[in-house]
């Protein structure tokens, strides 16, 4: 398990790629542990990254 944060587009897709490799994992195992590490890690560079904007109240 080689883990380091998403600093960049290309390491996100290569999260995205091994989490596709890892899905299903049991949770309790080293690969559920990984699996869990890297979607964290997606998620806070998603949020960072790719956030989209709320809608304004107007368009409700």
Known sequence: MDIKPIQSDEDLANALSRIEQLWGAALTSPEGNELEALATLVKIYE???MS???PCAGML
């Open 47 to 49: 949020d960072e990254h």
């Open 52 to 54: 989209i904007p709320a």
